[in-house]
T-cell receptor, first 119, second 115 residues
Framework: AQTVTQSQPEMSVQEAETVTLSCTYDTSENNYYLFWYKQPPSRQMILVIRQEAYKQQNATENRFSVNFQKAAKSFSLKISDSQLGDTAMYFCAFMIRPFGGTSYGKLTFGQGTILTVHP | GAVVSQHPSRVICKSGTSVKIECRSLDFQATTMFWYRQFPKQSLMLMATSNEGSKATYEQGVEKDKFLINHASLTLSTLTVTSAHPEDSSFYIC???????????FGSGTRLTVV
């Protein structure tokens, strides 16, 4: 079974600064996807960024980037130039790349990190 | 982009009654939908996987007779909480897999309060 661990229950950062959220995972699979989702106070889950495990290049989306270390099974999220609208709960998630099997298509979530951006 | 519409957003019901929550994929066909439960400041807990035209697959510990899931079409999945009790009060979220490379899209959630 896959597990995802986010060891930081809460983080805070000043507006315009940079913050990194940690995520580690455990799996025996070799082909999978990793995601970061954001859940603001509205509780709508929003995809922030995704990474395909077979790609060595780290994914980036504007101010959001990841540091994907496959051997270490680490997948951290860096938010640059933090904005007040980044205040949310952030979830790291894992999905086996579908080639069949009972785990096909399931997302496994970490415990979440509550990020607060201060003005 | 792919949108999942979830209704109602909030519902208050009396103990012992049943409540139905609907999730519709608006601009794509969702052969598989997932239903989650979330307590405040906690992670999403997968309850069941709903497949169009077949029985849902429930996670261990989830009572299938209490949480009835129906996926009657490629665009609609429903979760019915039967004989609701105060301990069923929670936030329920559905999601659909848009494509392997695109992850999932989520409904806006339903806050259920049983009084």
């Amino acid at each position: 079974a896959q597990t995802v661990t986010q060891s930081q229950p809460e983080m805070s950062v000043q507006e315009a600064e940079t913050v990194t959220l940690s995520c580690t995972y455990d799996t025996s699979e070799n082909n999978y996807y990793l995601f970061w989702y954001k859940q603001p106070p509205s509780r709508q889950m929003i995809l922030v960024i995704r990474q395909e495990a077979y790609k060595q290049q780290n994914a980036t989306e504007n101010r959001f980037s990841v540091n994907f270390q496959k051997a270490a099974k680490s997948f951290s999220l860096k938010i640059s130039d933090s904005q007040l609208g980044d205040t949310a709960m952030y979830f790291c998630a894992f999905m086996i790349r579908p080639f069949g099997g009972t785990s096909y298509g399931k997302l496994t979530f970490g415990q979440g990190t509550i990020l607060t951006v201060h003005p | 982009g792919a949108v999942v519409s979830q209704h109602p957003s909030r519902v208050i019901c009396k103990s012992g009654t049943s409540v139905k929550i609907e999730c519709r994929s608006l601009d794509f066909q969702a052969t598989t939908m997932f239903w989650y439960r979330q307590f405040p400041k906690q992670s999403l807990m997968l309850m069941a996987t709903s497949n169009e035209g077949s029985k849902a697959t429930y996670e261990q510990g989830v009572e299938k007779d209490k949480f009835l899931i129906n996926h009657a079409s490629l665009t609609l999945s429903t979760l019915t909480v039967t004989s609701a009790h105060p301990e069923d009060s929670s936030f329920y979220i559905c999601s659909a897999r848009v494509g392997a490379a695109y992850g999932y899209t989520f409904g806006s959630g339903t806050r259920l309060t049983v009084v």
